[in-house]
């Protein structure tokens, strides 16, 4: 896809150089002359004041945590705008990923989408847009230099017939994260070859360890997983290919990711009742030293930083699987996006508000060390402004890309994309046949790609 080699080739760099200035804009007072109607008198000035009209926007995002650096620049942002303009209260609702799409879901179905709103790009933000429910934001874009502060071809990926509909928040790459004193602690090395990776979860679970930790009450964390697997089993573009009807889900390659999946499984990779843990919870036992790995998108970095196992830890791209896939092809996550309802109440003062929050995003987020992994260009020097060593390995990776693939819920039907994660949260608790697997998948595609 052309507009993704762009996005590679530009987008994913951690040198990134433009300075950005933060605008915002405040209330002015109207001032007139009023003569006096009494003939032969002296004219008189009277200053009229304008009162803004007191104003609501709720802001639902997905920074609930209050560990995380975006949680706390966005508060820090929000209280800034409020103070600036005293007629404006920003209500915030922060939910995890899983709560907020079944919320946005709802509320879309009444047609009551929230001021400012969260969606994924491209395919899974795409039924909003043909609803008419998001606002296009091209003029937004062009207010104080916005669209200027994105990656080159970032905002594609939001985009339809040329508008623009979201704004993201990130642009990042999925990586291994471990805790370099467990795997010290246990004796093993960081794994190059999948099979090696078994051995590994083998001696960390001989420890008393939990080998991996993951959030799968919230099921997009291992499609994420899964898809990182499947993409080095096929390689890149294996969901386009089904999509051109080149390939169908019981491709060998399908299936062989389904059983390396399966393996891990199988293996005790995961914290005991894993599919109970959300997002959140699963970050936290990596965040406190009670999981040796963590597999999740280069956006966790700040957290991580933020963290008691801070200067612990380090970061590997994850490995081949049967000799297969290229370690610098990466699941691809361009950021969730801030999306305005076309229905807002006051849909000139959100675009306003989102314009000065995006643009005041990028320097909010250095400052806070929450700015690896971000959309927007970032002006400073990453190393002297105190990010870990951590952070620099991750910056390091995003000069390796070479390519890779989006989540499947960002490229595929929203029917089929539920079913998927339906099926693969299933594997944590079932067993079940890597062909019956495939079947479900391509029954599901069958029945909703029209």
Not at 310 to 332: A, Q, R, S, Y
Request: hydrophobic share 40%.
């Amino acid at each position: 896809m052309a507009r993704k080699s762009k996005i590679l080739s530009l987008a994913l760099t951690a040198s990134l150089a433009l300075s950005l200035a933060a605008c915002g804009n405040s209330a002015t007072n109207n001032k007139g002359d009023t003569a006096s109607p009494d003939s032969g008198k002296t004219t008189e000035k009277v200053e009229e004041k304008v009162v803004a009209k007191d104003v609501k926007i709720t802001f639902q995002n997905i920074y609930p945590d209050t560990t995380d650096p975006k949680n706390q620049l966005m508060k820090k942002l929000v209280t800034q705008y409020q103070t600036e303009h005293p007629n404006i209260k920003i209500e915030l609702d922060s939910l995890n990923t899983d709560q907020q799409k079944l919320k946005l879901k709802t509320q879309a179905a009444s047609k009551e989408v929230p001021d400012i709103t969260i969606v994924n790009p491209s395919a899974q933000m795409k039924p909003f847009v043909e609803a008419g429910l998001f606002a296009p934001l091209n003029d937004m874009l062009d207010q104080n230099g916005l669209k200027a502060t994105f990656q080159e071809g970032l905002l594609d990926w939001y985009s339809f017939d040329n508008n623009t509909y979201a704004l993201p928040d990130g642009n990042n790459i999925a990586v291994v994260y471990y805790n370099k004193e467990l795997f010290e602690k246990a004796g093993v090395q960081v794994p190059t070859t999948f099979e090696d990776m078994l051995k590994v979860v083998g001696t960390l679970k001989e420890k008393g360890i939990t080998p991996i930790a993951i959030g799968e009450k919230d099921s997009w964390t291992g499609s994420f997983l899964f898809m990182n697997m499947l993409l080095r089993t096929n390689g890149p573009g294996f969901l386009k290919d089904v999509i051109d009807n080149k390939k169908t889900f019981e491709d060998p390659a399908f299936k062989e990711a389904v059983d390396a999946f399966k393996s891990l499984v199988a293996a005790g990779a995961f914290q005991e009742g894993a599919t109970s843990f959300d997002y959140n919870a699963g970050e936290n036992l990596f965040k406190t030293g009670k999981s040796a790995m963590y597999f999740m998108g280069t956006w966790a970095t700040g957290g991580i930083e933020a963290s008691s196992v801070n200067g612990k830890v380090g970061v590997f791209k994850f490995p081949t699987i049967g000799g297969k896939g290229d370690p610098n092809e990466f699941m691809l996550a361009p950021g969730s996006g801030f999306a305005i309802s076309a229905n807002s109440e006051h849909l000139q003062e959100t675009k306003d508000f989102l314009n000065w929050f995006m643009l005041n995003f990028p320097k909010e987020a250095f400052t806070a060390k929450g700015a690896v992994g971000i959309g927007q260009i970032v002006d400073g020097d990453f190393k002297a402004a105190g990010y870990s060593d951590m952070a620099m390995e991750v910056l390091g990776l995003f000069k390796e890309v070479k390519g890779g693939d989006l989540a499947f819920d960002n490229t595929m039907n929203p029917g089929t994309a539920q079913v998927h994660l339906n099926s693969i949260q299933n594997l944590f608790v079932q067993k079940k046949d890597s062909a019956e697997v495939g079947k479900e998948h391509q029954t599901a595609y069958e029945a909703n790609k029209k």
